[in-house]
């Protein structure tokens, strides 16, 4: 392996590509004291945590590749990405768990009085995220929620809902709308809405109770996917069946050096901070 191939954020992050796809090396902490700082600043970010799922759709399409290569913090999800990125030299690359990340950024709002939104899901899920996560953190400000319609969205109804979510002073807003289309409208909206926006999906779910997360040894083994596959086949079968035997072989190919057979890695332009 080409150890001088690696490249680094320019802010001086170690990060790598996964076929093509910018991974950050990060932890918790590091995450959580950044999007704090940008909050609190009132600046325009958007954070994509990535799951195989999310390196499979910017493989397929250069367009969400450039999408998610652009964003501020490209953070990894699910143990078969940590397992690549450490292979691709990132040694103290950690595991953040979408609903993990999203309860302990509650906590630290609550903690810093960082007003939050959420965007996404349905209206049920949203009433009792906003229960669950008021009760566990005291104090927290959820200034915004909205379940948007499957449709897309009409450039009227878009314009009043920036202007709602401008409007609540939310600083931190989750996006729960499922991979691409979560990263693709956090995109669309970074300059937009002065908030850090995070792309979180599954998460909703979780912490309003409405789905449960795999045992902590499911999710070791990297076993996650075969979890949620089993308590949602009609939903994700087509997903895993069409990714996960790619995934893996594309892998392998990219670890043996056969470079023309992954996608170059495209040097994304971050905003100053």
């Known amino acids: 392996m080409d150890n001088s191939s690696r490249p680094r954020s320019e802010g001086g992050t170690k990060l790598c590509a996964v076929l093509g796809m910018r991974v950050d090396e990060c932890n918790y902490e590091d995450v959580a004291e950044?999007?704090?700082?940008?909050?609190?600043?009132?600046?325009?970010?958007?954070?994509?945590?990535?799951?195989?799922?999310?390196?499979?759709?910017?493989?397929?399409?250069?367009?969400?590749?450039?999408?998610?290569?652009?964003?501020?913090?490209?953070?990894?999800d699910g143990m078969p990405v940590i397992w690549v990125t450490r292979l691709l030299g990132l040694n103290r690359q950690e595991r953040l768990f979408a609903p993990e990340v999203t309860d302990r950024l509650c906590a630290m709002a609550a903690a810093r009085k960082i007003p939050v939104g959420f965007f996404g899901s349905s209206e049920d899920v949203l009433a009792k995220l906003a229960v669950n996560l008021r009760t566990r953190h005291p104090g927290l400000d959820i200034a915004?929620?909205?379940s948007p319609p499957y449709r897309p969205l009409t450039l009227l109804e878009d314009q009043e809902i920036v202007q709602r979510i401008n409007s609540s002073n939310a600083r931190i807003l989750f996006v729960g709308l499922g991979c691409p289309k979560q990263e693709l409208w956090m995109a669309d909206h970074r300059g937009r809405i002065p908030a850090v926006m995070?792309?979180?999906?599954?998460?909703?779910?979780?912490?309003?109770?409405?789905?449960?997360?795999?045992?902590?040894?499911?999710?070791?083994?990297?076993?996650?996917?075969?979890?949620?596959?089993?308590c949602n086949p009609r939903k994700l079968w087509r997903r895993h069946l069409k990714h996960n035997p790619r995934f893996v072989l594309l892998i392998i190919v990219q670890l043996l050096g056969f470079k023309h057979a992954a996608r170059s890695f495209e040097k994304p332009q971050r905003p100053k901070h």
């Not at 700082?37 to 499979?56: K, N, P």
């Open 34 to 76: 950044q999007i704090s700082s940008w909050a609190q600043r009132g600046v325009s970010r958007y954070v994509c945590i990535s799951t195989v799922h999310m390196v499979m759709e910017s493989y397929d399409d250069g367009a969400f590749r450039a999408t998610v290569n652009q964003a501020d913090i490209v953070a990894a």
């Open 144 to 146: 915004f929620t909205y």
């Open 198 to 230: 995070l792309g979180v999906g599954w998460a909703f779910d979780v912490l309003a109770g409405t789905s449960k997360p795999a045992h902590c040894w499911i999710q070791q083994a990297g076993l996650e996917w075969l979890y949620r596959l089993i």
